[in-house]
Structure formats: structure tokens, C-alpha cells
């Protein structure tokens, strides 16, 4: 019972731990590719909203946390993210041709986002018949796995879109600037 309640103490240490330098690893990351720390930000906001949320899945449908399914979080928020870099990369170079954040949108969601769309109900639906595996923990893991993803897709599509509407950052009006400055001198 020592070793158990041991392990359990350390599982939750551990989780914590793990989730914060992941998302100090994907900041620095998202801080490198946009060069903007608001960039950063809009691009992890899906994670920062699907981590929570599956934690309260996981508590709902009495999912433990253990050693078994700690790294789901950590494969959840790296396969996750891409689809925010997606749609926010997408997002800048419609904005670099249109110069008008909400055409931007439009076009970067029926383009990327069916793209996004596409792949997250791929790597969804793929996992549906893992669902049904006799193992209890391999179905609970497969259903976390797509929680996760379907949060991160419904995350990129929304709230990336929405921030940049709102936001109108700087970096991406500086980029369509000096695209224009480099078009001028050529």
C-alpha cells in the first residue's frame, strides 16, 4: 500500500512537471517560429484550453491519473499542436496578400481548416474501433487520445481565428510589410 501511494505521489508530480516544461518547450518553439511572444500565445491557446478539458473527462468517466497514462498528455498537446500552427501560419500569409485579418480568416479556415478537419476526423476515426479493445485501459487511453484531438481541431478552428480577429498582431503586419519593402526593392 506504501509503494502504491508512493507512486501515485510521484505520477502527479510527475504529470505537473511534464505538462509545464512541454508547454515552456512549445512556447520557446512558437516563440522561434512567429518570433512574437502574442504569436506564441495564440498558437498554444488550443492546448490551453484542451489540457483542462481533458482533465475533466478524464475525472468524469473516472479515468486515473497513473503511470500508464501520463504520456498521453504530452502526446496529446505535440500531435495537437500542429494543427494551431497550421491555421495560424495559414492565417499570416492570407493576411500578407489580403492585408485584411477577417479575409484572412475566411480563407485560411476553407483551405487549412478543411485540411485540419480532414486529418482530425483521419486520426480520430482511427481510433474509434481502439474503443472497443477488451482492455480497459487500451479503450480508456484511445478515448482520451481523441478527446484530445478532437479539442485541439475544434481549438484551432475557433479560438485561433477568433484571437487574430481580435488581436490583430503585430507580427504578422510586419511580415506583410516587409514582404512588401523586399517586393519594392526588387
Excluded: C
Excluded at 504530452?74 to 500569409?93: C, F, M
Aim: glycine share 6%; proline share 3%.
Amino acid at each position: 500500500l506504501g509503494i502504491l501511494a508512493a507512486t501515485n505521489e510521484e505520477v502527479e508530480w510527475s504529470y505537473h512537471v511534464n505538462l509545464v516544461l512541454i508547454l515552456i518547450v512549445v512556447f520557446v518553439l512558437s516563440y522561434l517560429t512567429y518570433v512574437s511572444v502574442v504569436g506564441a500565445l495564440i498558437v498554444m491557446l488550443p492546448s490551453l484550453i484542451a489540457q483542462p478539458l481533458s482533465e475533466a473527462v478524464m475525472y468524469l468517466l473516472g479515468i486515473d491519473l497513473n503511470i500508464n497514462s501520463l504520456p498521453v498528455a504530452a502526446v496529446g498537446i505535440g500531435i495537437g499542436i500542429d494543427y494551431g500552427y497550421y491555421v495560424l501560419s495559414r492565417i499570416v500569409e492570407e493576411y500578407e496578400v489580403t492585408r485584411d485579418f477577417d479575409e484572412a480568416n475566411r480563407r485560411a479556415l476553407t483551405t487549412t481548416g478543411e485540411a485540419v478537419m480532414f486529418t482530425g476526423l483521419t486520426i480520430t476515426t482511427s481510433m474509434v474501433l481502439w474503443l472497443f479493445h477488451p482492455l480497459k485501459f487500451e479503450a480508456q487511453m484511445a478515448f482520451l487520445l481523441m478527446m484530445l484531438m478532437v479539442f485541439h481541431a475544434i481549438g484551432a478552428l475557433v479560438f485561433i481565428p477568433a484571437m487574430v480577429s481580435l488581436l490583430r498582431p503585430r507580427f504578422a503586419t510586419q511580415r506583410a510589410d516587409q514582404r512588401d519593402a523586399l517586393a519594392l526593392e526588387a
